[in-house]
């Protein structure tokens, strides 16, 4: 399939359009410079500008794009752009699908969103059909789905992925924790009870190639390991998993005062479930935790 992808140079991109060449798709790179070689097209999202001719060669679109939410603090500035840099992407690429001649529009538009749809659900387990929850990332997933909605009513099947918290060493959950675990100083957040939506790196790009191909999913997809653990638990693994002990507790006013308003995010629980993937046969690789931080520090 000729397959482009927006957000590719991320943690998740990256390795995403790597497994996509290995699998001998043509990938087209959505960028915002100048383009620097074959497989390569500049776009400007924050304008909704994008050639329609790229779209229209497409067979499929996948869109991760989006700044980082934890790679800042969340001054109010920051928040407008991590709510922009989601809802001008989805906009522009589900415009520019619905605006593509009928015969021409890709089949599916994976869109990337997040396990943040739901809040803070406590001890509550969740699964798609769940409403969205209270918060500023719940209002920022709520508007990031609703912007593919052109795409959607053009008739092309729109999948949006409800990504918990990958593990892998090089980025997502594990990386800022690395040292401090190595160090024998990590410890759990807060109270240790909330609920921590894990997956694997090698689970998560699994599961996207696997809402690629299958045209009878669409709509919102929980990509969560089957077995979420408390934060109490995963503190545990890990540095099980690295043979270090983990007894300093991070109290919430410590993470609050550190990150700001960002500390709401590691210290809410959310009980996500793969509802869907579950549902229609998708097999982990890393079902369990242990194995899935084994995976995560050595593959």
Not at 159 to 172: I, K, M, N, S, W
Not at 201 to 218: E, K, M, V
Not at 277 to 287: C, E, I, M, N
Request: proline share 7%.
């Amino acid at each position: 399939m000729r397959i482009l992808i927006a957000g590719s140079s991320g943690f998740l991109g990256t390795r995403l359009t790597a497994r996509l060449h290995a699998d001998g798709h043509e990938v087209v790179r959505l960028v915002r410079h100048e383009p620097r070689g074959a497989g390569q097209v500049f776009w400007k999202p924050s304008a909704g500008e994008l050639d329609p001719a790229v779209i229209a060669d497409a067979d499929a679109v996948i869109n991760l794009a989006g700044a980082g939410v934890g790679d800042r603090r969340w001054t109010d500035a920051y928040k407008a752009e991590i709510r922009s840099s989601r809802v001008d992407s989805s906009t522009t690429l589900a415009r520019a699908i619905a605006d593509a001649p009928p015969e021409r529009r890709p089949r599916v538009l994976i869109n990337s969103s997040a396990i943040g749809w739901y809040g803070d659900t406590g001890d509550r387990i969740v699964e798609e059909d769940a409403p969205p929850g209270d918060g500023f990332l719940a209002d920022v997933c709520r508007v990031w789905e609703a912007a593919t909605g052109p795409a959607e009513d053009a008739g092309v099947r729109v999948v949006r992925l409800r990504t918990g918290l990958p593990l892998h060493r090089d980025g997502g959950l594990l990386k800022p924790q690395l040292l401090p675990f190595r160090l024998g100083i990590g410890g759990r957040f807060g109270s240790g009870r909330q609920w921590v939506p894990w997956i694997s790196l090698a689970d998560w790009l699994s599961a996207t190639l696997f809402l690629l191909d299958r045209d009878d999913i669409a709509g919102p997809v929980n990509v969560v390991g089957p077995a979420p653990v408390t934060n109490a638990q995963f503190t545990k693994a890990f540095a099980a998993a690295l043979h270090r002990p983990a007894v300093l507790p991070i109290p919430g006013f410590a993470l609050r005062a550190v990150l700001g308003e960002f500390a709401t995010e590691p210290l809410s629980s959310t009980r996500a479930l793969p509802g869907v993937l579950s549902r229609t046969g998708f097999a982990y690789q890393h079902g369990d935790l242990p194995t899935a931080l084994h995976a995560a520090l050595h593959d």
